[in-house]
């Protein structure tokens, strides 16, 4: 049974960090890219953040570069969203989710329909 589960939301003050995590299972991970996206309440599906399965590329949504790491551990079957200097329209429920990458995807990894698999997602809440 394939499973994304995420973990790490919490409720933060604006500045504040948080380490968000989604632990994969059921597929092999190292083949597959790892999309982190967010939604808030009464908006559409957000792309956050993407890294690629073998090399290790990295995209970022324009609202959270600079601010916003994505990393990942193989070995782990891990993949993780550091979040620094968070504001308040970062709230949301984060989701990360799966992508196959045999071929090369480039920014199209932060594109929420070409997923395969999806978390149930966490929520993050940052207080002004």
């Known amino acids: 049974e394939v499973q994304l589960v995420e973990s790490g939301g919490d409720l933060v003050q604006a500045g504040g960090t948080l380490r968000l995590s989604c632990v994969a299972s059921g597929f092999t991970f190292d083949d597959y890219a790892i999309g982190w996206f967010r939604q808030a309440p009464g908006k559409e599906r957000e792309a956050i953040s993407s890294?690629?399965?073998?090399?290790?590329?990295?995209y970022y949504a324009d609202s959270v570069k600079g601010r916003f790491t994505i990393s990942r551990d193989n070995a782990k079957n891990t993949a993780y969203l550091q979040m620094n200097s968070l504001k308040p329209e970062d709230t949301a429920v984060y989701y990360c989710?799966?992508?196959?990458?045999?071929?090369?995807?480039?920014?199209?990894?932060?594109?929420?329909?070409?997923?395969?698999?999806w978390g149930q997602g966490t929520q993050v809440t940052v207080s002004s």
């Open positions: 989710a799966a992508k196959e990458d045999s071929l090369p995807l480039g920014d199209l990894l932060l594109l929420a329909p070409i997923y395969d698999y």
């Open positions: 890294i690629t399965s073998k090399d290790g590329s990295t």
